[in-house]
């Protein structure tokens, strides 16, 4: 079974940056494309950018040109997060969809979660 583990989120002031890091972990797996969403209290959760095996990205009109999402081989995603917003505030999470090999299935999978607050 795939696990996704989130680190960096925390307290930054606005205008300020952090780097969200998210690593995949279990056996025999390949992961098609890697991403971080967000909720915010009260609202649903939202896609913030996506990256694929090809390293093609996408992102959320909200965040484009501020946040840069990226992916090594060992299965991390990475994302930088410039010039932030109290706007930003929210629990970010990582996703991955892919699929096992043994057994040979599709799976897609969430991190924990890790809070990013922006104050004004």
């Known amino acids: 079974q795939v696990q996704l583990v989130e680190s960096g989120g925390g307290l930054v002031q606005a205008g300020g940056s952090l780097r969200l890091s998210c690593s995949a972990s279990?056996?025999?797996?390949?992961?098609?494309?890697m991403g971080w969403y967000r909720q915010a209290p009260g609202k649903e959760r939202e896609l913030v950018a996506v990256?694929?095996?090809?390293?093609?990205a996408n992102y959320a009109d909200s965040v484009r040109g501020r946040f840069t999402i990226s992916r090594d081989l060992a299965e991390n995603v990475y994302l930088q997060m410039n010039s932030l917003k109290p706007e930003d505030t929210a629990v970010y999470y990582c996703?991955?969809?892919?699929?096992?090999?043994?057994?040979?299935?599709?799976?897609?999978?969430w991190g924990q979660g890790t809070l990013v607050t922006v104050s004004s």
């Open positions: 279990g056996r025999l797996f390949n992961i098609n494309r």
């Open positions: 990256v694929t095996r090809g390293s093609s």
């Open positions: 996703n991955a969809v892919g699929y096992s090999v043994s057994p040979l299935r599709n799976f897609e999978v």
